[in-house]
Structure formats: C-alpha cells, structure tokens
C-alpha cells in the first residue's frame, strides 16, 4: 500500500507445506521508495525483511541538461546483503563459483556498491547517440559494463545502426577464472524509399566474443572462449499487391577455443529464397527453399515447401503444405518429406495497447542557440521592400481620384442653370 507518495509498504504472510522445513509459515516486510527531490534528481530505497533473508538497497540519480537534447545522467546505488547464515527453500545460503537450475537460489547476496554514468542526445531527428558506463564492486569481486549506440539517417531512404556493448566477467569465488570479457557489436545499414514501398532492404553485421562461457577447470583456472562474425544481407521486393518476393543470405564464421590451447572453427551458410501469390482477398500461396552450407566440412541441406494459407482473420492464418528436404554429408545423404498444417496467430492489442508503440511526434529542425547580434541585418533588410511599394501605387492613386472626381469639375462650373449641365453631356 501507498503510504505516503512515493513510499509503498507492503506486508505479505507466507505459508509453506511439504518441504525439508515441514509445515510452516513466516512474515516478510517489503519497503519499496522512489522520491522526486527535484525535475532532475529522484531518490530510490528498497529494503526486504524476512526471517529467512535481510536485503535492501539505497540510491540516488540525477540528471543534468549540457544542452538542448543533451543529457547526462548519474546514479549510485549502495547494495545490503545478507549473511552466509541466510536459509532459502532451496538450503542455506553461501558464495559460490557456479550454481544450476534452481539451486541458484542458494548464491547469497553480497554487499557492494553500484556506478553509473551515461550521456544521451536526442536532439536531432535525423541523428541518436547514447553511452553508458556502469561499474560495480564488492569485497569479493569488481565488474564493469560499457555500452554505447548511434542511429542516424544517412539520406530520406537510407539509415545506419551501430552498437557496442561489453561486460566483463564476475564471480563470488574465483578471482581469476581465466575467462575474458563479452563484447557484442552489431552494424546495420537499411533502406526503404519514403516515396515507393517496393522495395525494402537490410544489410547487418554482429560480431560476438564470448557469448557464453563457463569454467572447464578449476584448478587450473581455464575456461572456454568462441568468437564469430555474422554477415547478412536481405531484401523484400513487392511489385503489387498480389506478389512478393523475399531474399536471404547469411555468412557466419565461428571459432571455439578449449583451455587456451586448442581451438576449432567453422564458416557456415544460409540462403532462403521465397515467392508469394495472393490470389484472392484471404488466400495466398507461397513457395519457400532453403539451403545450409558448412564449408569447411563439406555437409549441406536443402529444403523446400510448398504452402496455401487462409486468413481467418487479420490476424489469424491457417496453412497447409507439402515440403521435402535433403541433407549430405561425408557419410552420405538422407532425405525426407511429407504434408503438413500450421496456425500463425499474430498478439496484437492483447491488453490495449499491447503490440503497439507510441512514436513521439516527428522534430521539424534541430534546436539552435539563439545569437542577438543577426538583429540588425533582419532590420534593414525587411525595410527596403516597404520603401518600393510607396512608389508603384503613387501614379495609381491619381488614376483612381480622376475618375472619381471627373464629374465634380464640370457640376461647378456650369452652376447658374440646370439645363446647360444636361445639354453638354449631350453636345
């Protein structure tokens, strides 16, 4: 419940049954706090107590304006952990180098501190970038965390990605495991034509070290390490409504290495290719092949198929095909195929909202910084247009009197008899 804005308090009563405990219940407390001092800094405490566990946290973020769509955020957060001598349901728990499944519950929370610091300009429609760098520490171990991002459009039709991120590694026990840090880079050039939605094309590229590691020994404190390289072209080309056609292909080049000595690699790849008719309102028909080529062992599969589909409704199709494969390998070749059914169900407004996302507004122009100095300039120069109009209506305005007091010079002068007036304008 809500105590006071910005501060929860929550009471929760547990029971458990049948477990190396027996029967038996306990009461938790859980506090939960984020305080706005100010539109830019904002306080945040968490804190949970139980029999079983003691565990909170203490915080503080700010962020400071450099310049329009420029930010900077800073954040500390102090972490309390519990004791060794805390007891969960899956036993007591104690550092450790590596846990699984659900013993995981077992690793105990240390106590440590938390650094942060990031920068982000939005500024630019046209052009995005962020960095963060975190670092955290404890009296068992210290990690850090780097990550950094730039989006931008290189023409109306053209738009870059790139991303950086790394992470090094962290353990309760081992101080030195032998494992090096993640990094994860990826690439991305698109493009799509504002004007014409024929064609759409995707080039990326991901290079990846270590994305999952693990101690092989211990004792000698080595572990396993892999590195690949990703590069992937695509494109999507529909002339109408009723054609589509889609393209694919992807090369990939891995490598493993086992204890720091002995290493194995691969280069892999992949080629789709896949047409689709629409011959009715809710029906299509589509032709998919695909083939997988490991290069440096000589196997490869083929596979192709053959699919009508119906739409339920938008968001709902019904499929059925045929499809066979083929795959060779040193050893020889196996093949397989035979009909088969499918269901595509695509979520969308699930919850109100759910698979949608709320764009902010288009930004005409970027924000510029004002200068008093131009003030001159925008005073002279708006001021010698007003001077030429005087000039082109002066023989106007004679014109138009003329025509307007033409009549009065002549009711004047003949005053002395109404008739004269009339005979004139006859004469």
Request: net charge neutral; charged share 10%.
């Amino acid at each position: 419940m809500t105590v006071y804005p910005g501060i929860k308090l929550g009471l929760n009563q547990n029971f458990i049954s049948s477990n190396q405990y027996g029967n038996t219940s306990y009461t938790s407390l859980d506090f939960d706090s984020v305080y706005n001092l100010s539109s830019s800094t904002k306080v945040t405490g968490r804190y949970s107590l139980s029999p079983f566990q003691s565990i909170g946290s203490a915080g503080i973020q700010q962020g400071i304006v450099l310049s329009p769509g420029l930010k900077l955020d800073l954040n500390y957060e102090r972490i309390i952990g519990g004791n060794t001598s805390t007891t969960t349901g899956a036993g007591q728990q104690f550092n450790q180098p590596y846990s699984f499944g659900q013993t995981a519950s077992s690793l105990t929370t240390t106590t440590g501190d938390s650094f942060g610091i990031s920068v982000n300009y939005t500024d630019n429609p046209n052009f995005q970038a962020n960095a963060r760098y975190e670092y955290r520490n404890s009296n068992l171990t210290s990690t850090s965390n780097l990550s950094a991002g730039v989006t931008g459009k290189l023409s109306p039709a053209l738009s870059a990605l790139l991303r950086f991120q790394q992470s090094s590694i962290a353990n309760q026990v081992l101080s030195d495991a032998g494992l090096g840090a993640r990094m994860d880079v990826r690439a991305g050039l698109a493009f799509r034509n504002p004007a014409s939605d024929e064609f759409n094309g995707l080039l990326s590229y991901q290079y990846r070290r270590n994305p999952s590691i693990l101690p092989t020994s211990i004792l000698t404190t080595s572990g396993t390490g892999s590195e690949d390289h990703t590069l992937a072209l695509e494109g999507i080309y529909a002339p109408n409504w009723q054609w589509e056609y889609a393209a694919k292909y992807a090369l990939r080049n891995a490598t493993s290495y086992l204890d720091q000595s002995l290493s194995a690699g691969s280069t892999l790849g992949i080629t789709q290719l896949r047409a689709t008719y629409r011959f009715a309102h809710d029906w299509d028909l589509t032709g998919d092949v695909r083939w997988i080529n490991q290069f440096s062992s000589g196997r490869s599969e083929l596979g192709a198929a053959l699919e009508a589909g119906y739409y339920l409704t938008p968001d709902l199709r019904l499929s059925a095909g045929y499809s066979l494969g083929v795959a060779d390998d040193p050893n020889g070749s196996r093949n397989a195929s035979g009909p088969y059914l499918g269901l595509t169900v695509k979520i969308n407004e699930l919850f109100g909202g759910f698979g949608r996302q709320q764009l902010a507004p288009a930004q005409q122009q970027e924000s510029k910084v004002s200068n008093p100095n131009p003030q001159p300039p925008v005073t002279t120069q708006p001021q010698t247009p007003p001077q030429t109009p005087p000039t082109t209506p002066a023989p106007v305005q004679p014109q138009i009197p003329a025509q307007t007091t033409s009549p009065a010079p002549i009711t004047p002068t003949p005053p002395p008899t109404s008739i004269k007036p009339q005979e004139s304008p006859a004469q």
